[in-house]
């Protein structure tokens, strides 16, 4: 999950749907859940839902996403509370990605985290994939763009390997912010590191975590 920075609230807003445009703007047209592109019917989802007490209209509840993440995250969490959120947190390092097992709770996390992790998997429902035990609907495509992404991301690795240029560093992150996916693209190329900060560049408002003598920081207004 990318960890985003949406930034000060650049207007007033009389509807929360009127902020998608700028939500889109900060932080691309990507789902902050499951990191699929959605070019159109992207939506403004408050993070505390409105039903549950959540302000309406404050920027820093929304983030941008997917139709199948919203719908299966409804009004489930009372708060923010027992979850981890790519607006406050360090979520590229509460979450582990692989081809096979999707998304799980990194390794080496505190027993509280990992449920805080595994919470967060399951309110969305973004580990989803067909014969998994854990079906997506019939409606929901995100396992299919996925599948479509990671085919893309390992012929990219491919054709690096034999072109390791900064030119086509560039190429490679673009290509990323078409087929969307963010994390999986961290993942395969987690050693290069010229990719990886093309990348980082590429997709808007990436926050990437900090460290302090090799420790990671707790982000401003996070728990992780
Ligand atoms: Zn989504």
């Known amino acids: 999950m990318r960890s985003i920075i949406r930034g000060n609230v650049p207007n007033s807003y009389t509807h929360y749907k009127d902020a998608r445009n700028d939500l889109a703007e900060r932080i691309g047209w990507f789902c902050s859940y499951c990191e699929m592109p959605v070019r159109n019917m992207i939506e403004v989802e408050h993070i505390h839902p409105v039903a549950n007490g959540g302000n309406e209209l404050d920027w820093d509840n929304f983030l941008l996403s997917c139709r199948y993440c919203n719908s299966v995250k409804k009004n489930n969490n009372m708060n923010r509370v027992g979850f981890f959120w790519p607006d406050v947190d360090n979520t ?14 990194a390794t080496g996390l505190q027993p509280n985290e990992r449920s805080s992790a595994l919470s967060s998997i399951n309110l969305m429902g973004l580990n989803r994939t067909p014969h998994s035990g854990n079906e997506p609907t019939d409606a929901d495509s995100r396992w299919i763009a996925r599948i479509n992404a990671i085919g893309i991301i390992n012929e990219s690795y491919n054709d690096w390997l034999t072109c390791p240029t900064q030119q086509f560093a560039r190429q490679i992150a673009r290509t990323a912010t078409g087929h969307g996916f963010y994390s999986f693209w961290i993942m395969k190329f987690n050693n290069v590191q010229i990719v990886i900060n093309e990348i980082n560049r590429a997709f808007l408002g990436t926050y990437e975590p900090q460290y302090n003598n090799g420790i990671k920081v707790i982000r401003q207004n996070g728990s992780f």
């Open 92 to 105: 590229p390092l509460a979450f582990e990605y692989s081809e096979s097992n999707i998304i799980e709770p």
